[in-house]
């Protein structure tokens, strides 16, 4: 089983978060492209995707099959087997999905961002998030998809406690 590494986040304009995982998956690209970007193959390791208009400009709405968060928005980037990226409301705001062949084919390198806006709760809650779903999307990948109904928070509340260790507490404003 491959290790997924650690995102980086950065902050700007005081509560805008920009979030960056690159990852290797030992799959061809248009399997990897499959389970990112089509309503098949999310839920499987991230959420149901209903509808998905696989377009720029389509309609997008995600529902997490961990609780019960709901987002709508727009796809705002599409290059089929390439790009997908979906800007919807809050919290999850613009999230991108950029897939390169490794020299081979054999592999795909994934490039991830996130960006949205919110407070260091929020941060730490989506670095965690997303590097669990990643993990998932490494296992679904490999033919383990996720079964929603037997997720629990122990490893995103793992990976939240690291996180945090990285992400310093912010300043209190003090007038």
């Excluded at 084919?105 to 709760?121: C, H, I, K, P």
Aim: charged letters at 30%; proline letters at 8%; one cysteine or more.
């Amino acid at each position: 089983m491959s290790e997924i590494p650690r995102g980086r986040s950065e902050t700007h304009d005081g509560d805008t978060h920009l979030l960056r995982y690159v990852i290797e998956l030992p799959h061809p690209q248009a399997v990897v492209w499959e389970k990112v970007a089509s309503p098949e193959g999310l839920p499987s390791w991230l959420c149901a995707a209903d509808p998905l208009e696989p377009r720029l400009d389509g309609r997008v709405t995600l529902r997490w099959l961990n609780g019960d968060t709901e987002v709508s928005g727009r796809v705002t980037a599409w290059d089929p087997d390439h790009v997908a990226e979906y800007t919807v409301d809050a919290p999850h705001g613009r999230i991108r999905f950029h897939l390169e062949p490794d020299a081979g084919g054999a592999s795909t390198v994934l490039r991830f961002t996130n960006e949205f806006q919110g407070d260091r709760d929020l941060l730490l809650d989506c670095l965690a998030g997303w590097h669990d779903h990643f993990e998932r999307l490494r296992d679904a990948l490999d033919g383990a998809p996720m079964d929603w109904r037997k997720w629990t928070t122990g490893r995103w509340s793992e990976l939240r406690e690291l996180y945090a260790q990285d992400v310093a507490p912010w300043p209190k404003w003090v007038p």
